[in-house]
């Protein structure tokens, strides 16, 4: 069993440049999400999904597209990277309820140069 | 909004002593309440969870009550171990509401033998 499985998991990118990070779950879980995690802050919802075909914004959605078009995948999709989105970037899925445990993925470093 | 504020890291701690991490919250709703920890380079996991007044959570030693009327959720163990060293985080998500979690900065613990 998987769970959640997040690739890649380092990389490094120059500013201005675009990239996704792909989000894997084997669960059939409906409800998926985005956080960064940065030093001081906690974590901080990105975008999230509560099922195929929906998504929405969470507390930093600014520079982050996302989209959810089968219930497994959630990728994350930076469009013009910039020096700020260095961070590391976790994945989660649970069921839908809101007493229901989150499963994380082991989360992608992201370095902007 | 809801919020969550938990003691401030690092904590240092000897093998065998006793621990206790604060976490105290803010929700307009009723709240289910959760202990997350990260051990390093790995994602969260679920360390225990309260979803009414007065329910204890417990696992692997660790105990949390939610305590309503002091809108608290503290983290205790008895006798940690070195293995216990890890980023423990507090966070909570709301009936009524939606699967969010809002999490606390998390708290840093290092036990020496």
């Known amino acids: 069993n998987a769970g959640v499985t997040q690739t890649p998991k380092f990389q490094v990118l120059k500013t201005g440049q675009s990239m996704t990070l792909q989000c894997a779950q084997d669960?059939?879980?409906?409800?998926m999400s985005w956080y960064r995690q940065d030093p001081g802050m906690g974590l901080r919802l990105i975008h999230y999904?509560?099922?195929?075909?929906?998504?929405d914004q969470g507390e930093v959605p600014n520079g982050y597209n996302v989209s959810r078009s089968t219930t497994e995948d959630f990728p994350l999709r930076l469009l013009s990277a910039a020096p700020s989105q260095t961070s590391v970037y976790f994945c989660?899925?649970?069921?839908?309820?809101?007493?229901?445990?989150?499963?994380f993925g082991d989360g992608t470093r992201l370095s902007i140069l | 909004g809801n919020s969550v504020t938990q003691m401030e890291g690092p904590v240092t701690l000897s093998e065998e002593a006793f621990l206790t991490i604060n976490c105290t919250y803010t929700?307009?709703?009723?709240?289910?309440l959760f202990w997350y920890v990260q051990y390093p380079g790995e994602g969260l996991q679920l360390l225990l969870k309260?979803?009414?007044?007065?329910d204890k959570g417990s696992n692997k030693g660790f105990e949390a009550t939610y305590r309503k009327e002091t809108t608290s959720f503290h983290l205790e163990k008895g006798s940690v171990q070195v293995s216990d060293s890890a980023v423990y985080f507090c966070?909570?998500?709301?009936?009524?509401?939606?699967?969010?979690?809002?999490f606390g900065t998390g708290t840093r613990l290092t036990i020496i033998p």
């Open positions: 989660a899925s649970s069921h839908r309820s809101p007493d229901q445990p989150q499963h």
């Open positions: 929700a307009t709703g009723y709240p289910s």
């Open positions: 966070a909570l998500s709301e009936w009524g509401g939606n699967e969010k979690l809002t």
């Open positions: 669960m059939n879980h409906e409800y």
């Open positions: 999904s509560v099922g195929a075909g929906i998504t």
């Open positions: 309260a979803t009414k007044a007065d």
